[in-house]
């Protein structure tokens, strides 16, 4: 494990200390009608109809939620293509070209500091579902839910470890916007009537630790604490960070606002700056374009819906013509795609480029490598194995919901199966 660590930190080298290069008018942009959360939506424009940016253009309908679909650009519609979602699903997405004046749309205006000051739980909790604020680490998770605990929060948990090899987007938006980080916890404080926000950052880096303690250290009403925690994988995963950023163990499928806590990412925390003080949904992101399928690895800041294959253009291009496998979000836990017909949404991190490689998967040797490496106890290769044979009675005995998709079994399997796929599927069967 300590070789593999090393070996992860050093493929973030690659990016990390590029400083985030703006790329945030392409000429079209391409806003999707559904997502993995929202399986139907609903278009409210037609071709040649003009928008604004920040305007509402249509809405998705999620499990037990609505979430508004905002257009990220001014400009006209072009109408409805297909292209792949970072669900790795070829979906609709709304087709608009940018007319560059970024014209916004009424609904976005800046409060003042005493606007703030007067705003209330139910305030933040509207605020953020208008803006159709989500988990922008990756988990999509509407954040208006998490406002609406009635659980007391003491402490509210930044996660900027960004444990996924290769991205390094969440680093460069610690290192580029930190009063944004600040000014988002402060929010957050207010409207949990919180006492104290920890960031959580690596003990590895020490520029980040370093650079955000100094900022904090402007906002002495805020208390705010860095917290360096652990150098390993899966470290980010929100029950191993509060462990070690509070010492307090949240129990399997328990929720950390249970035991006072409330955790968002650090790039939610940065749109939930931009909803409260703006009004503005999520129109821009930090990005990680990478990987050894492209010449010039690079961080970006983009406007969301900005195809891949623009980004790619301004990364010099591919680094051979070999086949190349794209991953949307990082090489543990995003899906894989054969082409690079996608495009960038609110909730993706990073593309990794990687030539392919024709690894021959072997059969299962039995060595039990999956079941040590997985951080929730669970048995990985019993799953796989109970799922080929279609043995739902089987399956509904091993504890599969606790499974977190960290990717570590497929990482760890000396066969290389991949065996998070197919935990993946037993969870969907179960
Ligand atoms: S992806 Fe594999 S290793 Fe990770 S929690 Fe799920 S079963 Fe365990
Ligand atoms: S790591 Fe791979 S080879 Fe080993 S038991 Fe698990 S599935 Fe089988």
Redesign the pocket.
């Known amino acids: 494990m300590i070789g593999k660590t090393k070996k992860i930190e050093d493929i973030k080298t690659l990016t990390k200390y590029l400083p985030s290069v703006r790329y945030t008018d392409p000429d079209y942009v391409y806003i999707s009608v559904t997502n993995a959360r929202c399986a139907t939506g609903e278009v409210y424009v037609k071709a040649g109809d003009k928008v604004l940016l920040g305007q509402v253009i249509g809405l998705r309908h999620g499990p037990f939620f609505e979430q508004p679909i905002h257009s990220t650009v001014s400009g006209e519609v072009e109408g409805i293509v297909k292209k792949f979602h970072r669900s790795g699903k070829l979906v609709d997405f709304i087709k608009i070209k940018n007319d560059k004046l970024d014209t916004y749309c009424d609904t976005i205006h800046e409060r003042t500091e005493e606007e703030i000051k007067a705003l209330t739980r139910e305030d933040f909790t509207k605020i953020v579902k208008d803006c159709a604020l989500v988990g922008l680490g990756g988990s999509s998770f509407p954040t208006y839910i998490k406002f609406q605990t009635k659980d007391p929060i003491d402490t509210i948990i930044i996660n900027g470890i960004e444990c996924e090899p290769y991205v390094t987007s969440d680093y460069r938006l610690m290192m580029e916007y930190p009063d944004r980080i600040m000014r988002g916890i402060g929010y957050a404080l207010q409207a949990f009537d919180a006492k104290k926000a920890i960031i959580a950052v690596k003990e590895k880096h020490q520029d980040i630790y370093e650079v955000l303690s100094a900022v904090a250290k402007r906002y002495p009403q805020l208390n705010i604490e860095v917290a360096r925690v652990g150098n390993f994988y ?1 470290q980010g995963w929100e029950i191993a960070m509060i462990k070690s950023a509070t010492g307090i163990q949240i129990p399997s499928g328990v929720l950390p606002a249970k035991y006072g806590i409330m955790n968002f990412n650090v790039s939610t925390i940065v749109g939930l700056y931009k909803a409260v003080r703006y009004n503005m949904p999520v129109v821009k992101r930090n990005f990680t374009l990478t990987g050894d399928g492209i010449k010039f690895p690079q961080n970006f800041r983009v406007r969301v819906g900005t195809s891949i294959q623009e980004l790619i253009e301004k990364c010099n291009g591919y680094s051979d013509d070999s086949d190349k496998i794209f991953i949307l979000g990082g090489p543990m836990m995003g899906a894989s795609l054969v082409r690079d017909d996608a495009v960038i949404s609110k909730t993706v991190t990073s593309v990794i480029v990687m030539n392919h490689k024709n690894w021959v998967e072997e059969p299962c040797v039995r060595c039990g490598s ?1 079941v040590l ?6 048995k ?1 290769v019993q ?1 796989m194995n109970a799922y080929k044979a279609k043995d739902t009675d089987a399956l509904k005995g091993m504890n ?1 919901k ?9 990482y ?1 399997c000396t066969s290389k199966i991949p ?2 796929e197919f ?2 599927k037993a969870k969907k069967m179960v």
């Open positions: 899966p999956c490496s997985c951080p929730v106890g669970l990985p799953i599969i606790r499974c977190i998709e960290c990717g570590l079994c497929t760890s065996v998070t935990v993946r």
